[in-house]
């Protein structure tokens, strides 16, 4: 099985050897790394051309990062394909071994864990898939894309990233995988990517954003759920941070 690994850079010469290096270092070897540049202006194209003989990329504008992923799906040859942000990297050197020993011919996609680190690379997060359950979709919740692995056929099928979407087409795309067109999912209990704190959707402004397009995504995919609902995840989230209150 060949697994596609798609990254998507902008200026990103602080992480992106990490990014790459954490790719050539595992253990299974048939590995389609494919990077989309969006025209970089600082060291990013230098180290993309050290690893040339490594990797595919490409160096032009785009209409931003869900365009640039489209674009690495276009190119991709493998028979999985998966997404790694050029910021992150892959936990450690077997994630692509156990990952791809994971799929059989009755599954479709695979996701995991992944931790959030920050600056100085200490874990600040866990997110665990193990209680995902496709109904969480109503609620704006979503397996960690970053460990999110599909079959190309799905692509084909049903699809690449919606790019009206600016900060959300990953969960559009994962509601229209999983949810709505039910593709066979195997949920892996260990620990995929390394992610580090502050992606697109961190900040207030973004949040707001990100809820607005999750609700635009379930009203074009019939999928019942409304502001109140998506919204609600909140709580849940105060009650972890403040459990005497809501005793």
């Known amino acids: 099985m060949k697994v596609s690994i798609i990254t998507v850079t902008l200026n990103s010469e602080k992480y992106v050897e990490d990014t790459l290096l954490s790719i050539f270092s595992q253990t299974y070897h048939n590995i389609e790394s494919i990077v989309i540049d969006g025209n970089s202006t600082d060291g990013t194209i230098s180290i993309l051309q050290k690893y040339q003989n490594q990797i ?21 040859t493998g028979d999985v394909i998966g997404i790694l942000n050029s910021d992150d990297v892959l936990f450690d050197k077997d994630v692509i071994m156990n990952m791809v020993k994971s799929f059989s011919n009755e599954i479709d996609c695979v996701y995991g864990n992944v931790i959030l680190v920050n600056e100085v690379n200490k ?125």
């Open 123 to 247: 874990i600040v997060r866990k997110y665990s898939s193990s209680n995902f359950r496709l109904k969480d979709f109503e609620l704006g919740h979503m397996p960690p894309h970053p460990s999110f692995y599909v079959r190309m056929n799905a692509f084909q099928k049903y699809g690449s990233y919606n790019t009206s979407f600016k900060i959300s087409a990953d969960y559009d795309l994962l509601l229209r995988f999983l949810y709505l067109h039910k593709l066979k999912a195997k949920y892996l209990d260990f620990i995929m990517v390394k992610m580090r704190d502050g992606g697109i959707s961190s900040s207030l402004k973004n949040k707001w954003l990100l809820n607005k397009e999750v609700l635009i995504s379930c009203r074009l995919n019939k999928v019942d759920t409304n502001f109140l609902k998506v919204y609600s995840k909140y709580i849940f989230k105060w009650r972890a941070f403040f459990p005497i209150i809501f005793k």
């Open 56 to 76: 595919k990329f490409i160096s032009e504008p785009d209409s931003g990062i869900y365009d640039a992923m489209n674009k690495g799906i276009a190119l991709a």
